[in-house]
């Protein structure tokens, strides 16, 4: 049997935080949750407890201890909040993979804060260049966790990396999660990928497609 992962969520108590962490709890991971506020996150860890007995979950008041027990740390926080998080783990950080779901969106959710050239991502991962940064978990929206099925159809989640056992690692950590993983390329990719989230925001916004929209790709 495979060793058991231990996964830290930073910004557990937010949307996304809280959907991952949920789908999360169903697989064979240790879960270490932290936030802001430690009642929050408490009262989550009991919430994932009650509802799956054989979840392996806690909450720790701090990012810097839960990153310093992961091997896997997700950034569910958000962007402006990114460089704050990257300073106080990257000491614990190092050679782990970190998860980057963020959308660098600005105020008006019509652009993003980031260059052409560059991505939430790859900022992160120059904030923690010993790190492995994977993009994941930014084209899916929290609400489609609790059923990651659209049309009977199960929701693409499109990951990016330079480190491919980290891609592995994560493709099977997103399937645990509900989606159908794609790899969609190195580091550079996330650009694409926040880009693609925004267009779809945009869409739900125009059309009101109740925040349960997702992306398909079929194929014969
Ligand atoms: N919502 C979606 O459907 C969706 C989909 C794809 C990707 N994303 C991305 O996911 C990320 C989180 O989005 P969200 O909608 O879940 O936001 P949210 O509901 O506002 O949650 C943000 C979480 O981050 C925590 N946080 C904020 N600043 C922090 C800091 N400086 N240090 C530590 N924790 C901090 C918050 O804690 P407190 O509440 O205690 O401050 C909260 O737990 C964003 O980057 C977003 O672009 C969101």
């Not at 701090?62 to 926080?77: F, G, K, L, P, T």
């Amino acid at each position: 049997m495979q060793t058991k992962q231990t996964i830290a969520v930073i910004g557990a108590t937010g949307n996304m935080g809280a959907a991952i962490s949920k789908s999360l709890a169903k697989g064979n991971y240790r879960l270490l949750l932290c936030a802001n506020q430690q009642e929050k996150a408490q009262a989550l860890a009991q919430e994932i407890a009650q509802s799956n007995p054989n979840a392996d979950v806690e909450a720790l008041d701090c990012s810097v201890n839960a990153s310093w027990e992961a091997d896997i740390i997700i950034a569910a926080v958000p962007y402006e909040a990114e460089k704050e998080v990257a300073q106080k783990i990257k000491e614990v950080a190092n050679q782990k993979i970190v998860i980057s779901i963020a959308n660098p969106l600005n105020q008006t959710y019509d652009g993003l804060v980031t260059a052409p050239e560059t991505s939430a991502a790859e900022e992160l991962q120059k904030l923690l260049p010993n790190s492995k940064v994977v993009k994941a978990f930014n084209t899916t929206f929290a609400a489609d966790f609790t059923t990651p099925v659209i049309d009977g159809k199960q929701v693409d989640a499109f990951i990016a990396g330079n480190d491919e056992e980290a891609l592995q690692t994560v493709s099977e950590l997103v399937q645990t999660a509900g989606f159908n993983p794609i790899v969609a390329g190195k580091l550079p990719v996330s650009g694409t990928l926040e880009r693609m989230q925004l267009l779809l925001i945009q869409l739900n916004l125009k059309n009101n497609y109740n925040w349960l929209a997702g992306w398909k790709i079929l194929h014969h």
